[in-house]
């Protein structure tokens, strides 16, 4: 009796000290680098823990095999039903290297990535989906990661009643933006999320209402992805998209930096001790795209970047890829 009583108050206390999911809306341009994938992976497999809640993607890359393709990945982990919204009149239109794998066909003709939704031209806006989903979460509930461009956030600060949307729901924007330190010696390295939508990225920068965290350039380089894990850990299905699309992107042997999954590390994971942060303060994004980063005297600010030690960065890179290559559903079958 007293052994059964002590596993119940053992189960309750695990039960009180498990976070609520973070409620999260990832916010992409799929296609232009597979560290996209690598994050939608991520945050798949720390969904199916418990650790957060998928509430939407949406996506900053205007072609429309990217919401496709997310489709696709979204349904190979079991959830086919995620709300996807995309950009119209984005700032890159371009066909991705691996977003053709939505389209690819087996043997048999049937698809081999299986999804409903065939083309971004059937997706609704970006921008009236974040909306909605924002209106319907409990307030400063919602964390966004942006991993992509600045085009769909800036419209929806432009969008009536947006600002004052997300100044309401959005406890914290986790971006991968940027470069707070020194790149291969170049103090202004400009960071290719920034530079396609400066615009955009000036915009949000001066005007988003809630804590901003930046993973900058240097960040994802300094954990990078072990090619070896692409070359042979993802066999375990005849075909797996993280690797296909690995090898359409750039092929191995090359370790990708993981840019875009230290964002949603940050975001879903914030208090692991993965990261470090900046103190508070301001950061400006120049006409040239670069983004220099004020801290503010007296401890203000809505702005802040991640910092790693070396020590950290194994533990990251490590994170990283566990939760990238951990098998979807179909494959444990």
Same mark, same amino acid.
């Given at each position: 009796?007293?052994?059964?009583?002590?596993?119940?108050?053992?189960?309750?206390?695990?039960?009180?000290?498990?976070? @609520?999911?973070?409620? &999260?809306?990832?916010?992409? %341009?799929?296609?232009?680098?597979? #560290?996209?994938?690598? +994050?939608?992976?991520? /945050?798949?497999?720390?969904?199916?823990?418990?650790?957060?809640?998928?509430?939407?993607?949406?996506?900053?890359?205007?072609?429309?095999?990217?919401?496709?393709?997310?489709?696709?990945?979204?349904?190979?982990?079991?959830?086919?039903?995620?709300?996807?919204?995309?950009?119209?009149?984005?700032?890159?239109?371009?066909?991705?290297?691996?977003?053709?794998?939505?389209?690819?066909?087996? @043997?048999?003709?049937? &698809?081999?990535?299986?999804? %409903?939704?065939?083309?971004?031209? #059937?997706?609704?806006? +970006?921008?009236?989906? /974040?909306?909605?989903?924002?209106?319907?979460?409990?307030?400063?509930?919602?964390?966004?990661?942006?991993?992509?461009?600045?085009?769909?956030?800036?419209?929806?600060?432009?969008?009536?009643?947006?600002?004052?949307?997300?100044?309401?729901?959005?406890?914290?924007?986790?971006?991968?933006?940027?470069?707070?330190?020194?790149?291969?010696?170049?103090?202004?390295?400009?960071?290719?999320?920034?530079?396609?939508?400066?615009?955009?990225?000036?915009?949000?920068?001066?005007?988003?209402?809630?804590?901003?965290?930046?993973?900058?350039?240097?960040?994802?380089?300094?954990?990078?992805?072990?090619?070896?894990?692409?070359?042979?850990?993802?066999?375990?299905?005849?075909?797996?998209?993280?690797?296909?699309?690995?090898?359409?992107?750039?092929?191995?042997?090359?370790?990708?930096?993981?840019?875009?999954?230290?964002?949603?590390?940050?975001?879903?994971?914030?208090?692991?001790?993965?990261?470090?942060?900046?103190?508070?303060?301001?950061?400006?994004?120049?006409?040239?795209?670069?983004?220099?980063?004020?801290?503010?005297?007296?401890?203000?600010?809505?702005?802040?970047?991640?910092?790693?030690?070396?020590?950290?960065?194994?533990?990251?890179?490590?994170?990283?890829?566990?939760?990238?290559?951990?098998?979807?559903?179909?494959?444990?079958?």
């Amino acid at each position: 009796m007293m052994k059964r009583l002590l596993t119940l108050l053992f189960c309750t206390l695990c039960g009180l000290s498990q976070a @609520a999911p973070v409620k &999260l809306i990832f916010d992409t %341009d799929m296609g232009n680098d597979v #560290d996209d994938l690598m +994050a939608l992976a991520m /945050i798949h497999n720390l969904q199916k823990r418990g650790a957060c809640e998928l509430l939407a993607v949406t996506i900053t890359k205007d072609h429309p095999q990217a919401a496709a393709f997310v489709d696709a990945v979204n349904t190979l982990y079991g959830y086919p039903d995620i709300p996807i919204g995309v950009v119209r009149d984005g700032a890159a239109k371009e066909a991705g290297k691996f977003n053709l794998l939505a389209d690819e066909k087996n @043997a048999d003709g049937s &698809l081999r990535y299986p999804h %409903d939704l065939k083309s971004g031209a #059937d997706a609704p806006d +970006a921008v009236g989906l /974040i909306k909605d989903i924002l209106s319907k979460q409990p307030d400063s509930s919602v964390v966004i990661a942006q991993v992509g461009f600045f085009t769909n956030l800036s419209r929806l600060l432009d969008d009536p009643g947006g600002k004052e949307l997300v100044a309401k729901k959005v406890k914290v924007l986790s971006i991968m933006a940027g470069a707070f330190q020194t790149v291969q010696w170049d103090t202004r390295h400009l960071e290719y999320n920034v530079k396609l939508d400066v615009p955009a990225a000036q915009k949000l920068a001066k005007e988003w209402p809630t804590q901003v965290v930046w993973s900058g350039y240097e960040i994802g380089v300094a954990a990078a992805f072990p090619h070896v894990v692409i070359e042979q850990d993802l066999d375990y299905i005849p075909h797996h998209p993280l690797k296909e699309a690995y090898y359409l992107y750039n092929p191995p042997p090359h370790d990708r930096p993981t840019w875009d999954p230290t964002s949603v590390l940050y975001a879903v994971l914030p208090e692991r001790g993965y990261f470090d942060l900046s103190p508070p303060g301001t950061v400006i994004v120049e006409d040239d795209s670069a983004t220099l980063f004020r801290a503010n005297k007296k401890g203000k600010g809505n702005h802040r970047f991640l910092v790693m030690s070396p020590e950290q960065a194994s533990r990251v890179r490590e994170a990283i890829v566990q939760l990238s290559v951990e098998p979807p559903p179909a494959a444990k079958k």
